[in-house]
């Protein structure tokens, strides 16, 4: 949620929502074309040269790190962004969605990271505003998660250095899409080793483990709903800046998007019912204590009922006087305890 | 729910159905444009001068408090506001809404306060009527929401002082959508403290505080829900009041309603996992008594039968002559004891 | 459900399928135009005079009791009503739903009384067909709700007697839904009185109330939702017996089945809440009896055996023959006992 | 399910997949008009006569028993019925469903009979073909359910003889659902006996039995919801085999249909209600038995301490001497009854 | 879930996503029409011949094996498939879907094996590529489903052999539609098995079999559900590569997939029922459990106290100086245990 947002501000004021940081903002840009292809990177960012637009080639600037108000000041100037669309970049609590703007298209989405230690899905948001030429992309967090889709571009390897703004800006949410697959493919052994643990002990359950695991998939789910339905209009965008032929790839970075939101779904259905035998499993453990706490006692208050009354000081207890009394005592209570193993063997209780 | 509802009225007749007051309506009334500006405050309610219709300027009255309704009735008239859109003013349990009349629009919505103390959402209903040249604003309570955009009309910030009624009326309902997310934040908070406390203490949970933060998320999306309908519906009218400029703004503000709607539904899913672990921990604690119980009982009542039986009154008790006896039996328990012991560590219940 | 439907008759055929009665059925016969108004009460039907066209004035009548079949077939002749719709009329099981014909628009909805006795929200059918210039109203039960409405055309209060049949038809649909919401308003009380009684005293609570507040909080959403699609139709009917003017009305009370579904929709939410709160409290008492109980077993029965031990007839207990013995054995249990205390306490058992 | 369905075969094979018998198909023919009416019945399936179309009557063949193959591709075949409805027809477990073929129209439906014994409801499919003058209905078992339908047409009763077959399609499925309410009656009751069991005498419910009804609800729901959906489409029909003053009694039974599907949604949400109560009572119960326990243990297991304290044989217990000693333990064991009874009083537990 | 997926590697790179075998791939080629029919089996994948169109036959090469990524592009280039397809057939985790490419229709589906052992199901991925005159099937394992299917192209039974493409991929389609159902029947049988279970021996019950039930269900739900929307895309492709007749059988087949949408979700609402059962059987188990364990104590712990009483060792007790004390004393013995009993008989206890 948005713990620091502004109240009153007037619309299009850039509010960072995010942790305060006092790394640099890095920023990589490439451009590229069929035949050429530069890159340079800015760890400074007062550096930055200024855009200067240029039809033949495509240009990407990778902004890693939001929280430069005045530097996104800047770009959002030199490149026409509007300034509702800087207001959701610098908001990291910003839903995933997709908006046409007269000179471009913004598109907004999460990041996810996968910590093996706390086992918690992190989320980053991303931001992609793309125009005639330029790419701009924006992320939260410095790790540079886009250097597989530089080297490609670098390597001329697959189509992408023959295409134009709008597949570079399909193949920036691939990747990004594609890394929910390994979050997913996280979670589903979590719930392996969840159903493991219940099954073999009950009692090892971490506490709170399921819990974690819900709240992971609905923040996978919650990221990845608003994400399908921004690419459906995406792609059904008539805008002149998308090519016909990428519409075949948007589409299947939408359809892995359905399949990632289903299998949240599956996956959920899944822990429901893990829930539900883990608190079958709880009160199954209660009736075994249960029975064998009556067990133990069903068999030894009669008995001591028994060692009890011939503890008894009444002057006249004829039996006391037998001769083989304390040992057709015993028989008695070896009987009675026989009796009710018996029973409670009838009764499956052991 | 209508507490004070009519019955067998006819329709357009106004009857406040919120709490009783004798407080003062409070009206602060604001004229501006891109040059000139003007604010005047009325305390006693029959000093509002006649409104004069003039199309250089947007004229704001916000007024606060809703129980005068001679005053509702000569607003109403001043404005052509329509019967049925008066009646729904004054009706606190309006639910959020937009209705296109002849000579304006209507849109009724909710805003929020959190009481810390009681950790409770508290609404009161705000609606707003514009028309040509001017926003009438009605709110059920006196705090003065608004200042801040007041502030800002007044300071000429932003683009505000250059735009019409209809972005007033967008600017409006963007400070009471903007208080929804520190709504939200107080109750993500209260999930967290609950989730601690069940973790470390289920004993300690504030009985009933589930249920509480159930009916404060129920609150907030039985308003959001329908405002954000009530937003689609206005950012689709085609009236010739609403400038195809401000659709931009509309659309960022209906995009803030999906988010804390879907918001709610996630809070709303975490705090049924919190349920379901705290429904959990307390079996589990039941396990715990339960095996310390049987434990307890499982260890003494044996070595207790003991006790009795060499406490009998038999003449003839071979044992009790042993020089040894006692120390023999002494063995005996403790070995039990062990035994009893190492059997509940094997089955992990110590 | 239809305890008594036919199977095999032919469509159209008129089976009353509610109680029987031998009350008469009561007509109310009322006629009004902007200057004239007339009305008469018929307690014996076959007194009913012959339905007369009269565009000049709306004729309306309204019919309580629906078990006199042949004083219906007569009014669904002399109108010319649809057999089926008839059908309808006395099928007191009917969903609400609209269907328009050839010469009118047919109306069918529910009525509720609570009894404050039983909790028990009582349904009666309602059903409307008006057409030209005439209002047939058909209620199950005889009492009169709709006297403030005809009240209010005797004293020509409203803009009623400017208006047709159709504000008429929309007149008593406001009446009947007005009376939903202190339908709701105490249903919302018994929820509250509920969450107060689990809170206080989770033993008070009596047995299926959670139960029957579900069973009225469905039967009142059973009622709404279709009522709502059936105004839905009625509204966008585009049959020129409905002047453009009521469009606004229908549309109000279009508005307030909309709200009541959503009350409906958040008390269940709410009871769900409850119930869920409900079976923990209950869960939470076994544990404090749980505790309790083994706080005492696990103090006495320790000391219990000690006293045992040195009940036994051994001829050699040392410790019997301690000068100090029996003083020792109470320092010692004493002990054990604060000890136990002490480590309940701990565990913040006690 | 589908227990003996084919695999591999061509589509269109005829494959009978319900229970086999040696039971004769019986065929009952109907021809009329407004005028005329003659019926035959045929028990030896081979002496059925040649179809022949004729266009001022109409013809129904109700053929029930579905387990002879080669009848079933004779009447395929001499009425023109699609390959792909006839495999339809002889499947038993076909759900129901709507298809518009080239010369006739093909509804599948399910019929129910209630087992009051079983308390089980009983399910055979219904197709129905229809094409000009003439009306195939094809059932599973061989009970008469169309009697009265048939009876009607002999004695002219209703409008039936002046239509034509797209009435008696409709008649025919009027009579089906008008069973349904018999059905979703008899489920009322059942859960009306479970709540009163619940309430009076949680151990007398009969085991599984809520289990049962909950399967009955499935079953009519999966029935009647893909009825309601294939009547939607029939009525959308735009075929001139169907007369436009049909429709509103195809109406009428959709509406038939939505009744029933809410009827067991509601009934559905009743018996969750149910499930939650007997939840609950268990719990309850078992809440009263531990009290009761507890109680048991709480008060004897001090007072036997005390009396096992003064069974110890130490040289040196001073009180065993008092004269009173016995009398004054009595004192001390009545006060603490008398103290834990009164605890246990404040406590509400007795 | 894709366990081996590639990030950041360029779209339409082939990664094959299953398991790692050395398993030939076995190519299964039959050409066809009306009047000729030739098979040939290709079992080491290099010696496939080059594809020749040819109009006036069906080819249909059916690929069992996904894991050879040279054969899947040799085959994908001599057919034009297009690579974002090929990338899919090659990824075992694709959810069903149909795409319309410029010269094919691209079909992904699951197929499903039901392992009665572990009583798992076991699911495949089937791909299916058609355009004029040829269709490619691949599926991921080895067995051959689509025998039957060829069986029938040799021996020209049922209209295969004059129909084109379109209807062999309907057919192809069918058989994997067709083997659901026998999955259905087998879960259905499992839970009949544990409804068994659960009512005459709730603590026989396989631990976990509910919960792999469960998931069996998600399984074909998540297959069943994609397809269905996938074969209704394709029946409303306006594709001239699709015979109007078709329709009809495509239509089939749709609803065959919705008829095992239907009957999961049901099977799924009865598996909630039967979990809902399982727990009140553990809970009233437990009341069993409970119900004896008080019995017993209630019965004992008063007498023993009594025997307590008279093993006391005042020096003055003077019952036990009675003659019959020890008679009396049996005497209130058996009327204490007595009373309980019929105590506990009232209160349905016994």
Request: glycine share 6%.
């Amino acid at each position: 949620m948005s713990k620091k947002r502004k109240i009153g501000l007037p619309p299009g004021t850039l509010v960072y929502t995010g942790e305060k940081t006092d790394i640099d903002v890095k920023i990589t840009y490439v451009e590229y074309n069929e035949g050429n292809h530069r890159s340079e990177t800015y760890e400074r960012s007062d550096r930055l040269p200024i855009h200067q637009s240029n039809e033949s080639i495509v240009q990407w600037y990778d902004i890693r790190g939001l929280h430069d108000i005045n530097l996104m000041q800047k770009i959002a100037e030199s490149f026409g962004v509007h300034s509702l669309a800087m207001e959701d970049v610098v908001d990291v609590h910003k839903r995933p969605s997709y908006t046409e703007y007269k000179n471009g298209h913004f598109i907004s989405l999460k990041a996810f990271d996968y910590d093996p230690k706390v086992k918690e899905v992190q989320t980053q948001t991303i931001s992609l505003f793309f125009g005639k030429g330029f790419v701009l992309s924006f992320q939260e967090h410095e790790d540079d998660i886009f250097k597989p889709l530089r080297d490609r571009i670098a390597n001329s390897s697959g189509r992408i250095r023959q295409r134009g703004s709008d597949y570079l800006t399909y193949a920036v949410i691939d990747v990004v899409v594609d890394r929910y697959f390994s979050v997913i493919d996280k979670i589903e052994e979590t719930l392996e080793e969840i159903e493991d643990t219940i099954s073999n002990d009950v009692d090892a359950i971490n506490k709170g483990e399921i819990q974690e695991t819900k709240v992971n998939l609905i923040k996978v789910r919650k990221s990845v709903v608003p994400l399908r339905e921004a690419l459906n209009q995406f792609i059904r965008s008539e805008s002149n800046l998308i090519d016909p032929s990428t519409e075949a790839y948007l589409r299947d970075v939408y359809d892995h998007t359905i399949q990632v939101a289903e299998s949240t779904d599956t996956l959920r259905d899944i822990l429901g019912g893990l829930q539900d035998l883990y608190l079958s499993e709880i009160s199954l453990k209660m009736n075994k204590i249960m029975q064998f706490l009556t067990i133990v006692t069903a068999i030894f208050v009669p008995i001591s009922f028994l060692t009890g009354l011939y503890g008894m000081n009444f002057e006249v207890i004829p039996e006391l006087k037998y001769r083989n009394g304390y040992y057709m005592l015993w028989v008695a209570m070896v009987v009675i305890t026989l009796g009710m193993l018996w029973w409670f063997k009838r009764k499956k209780w052991l």
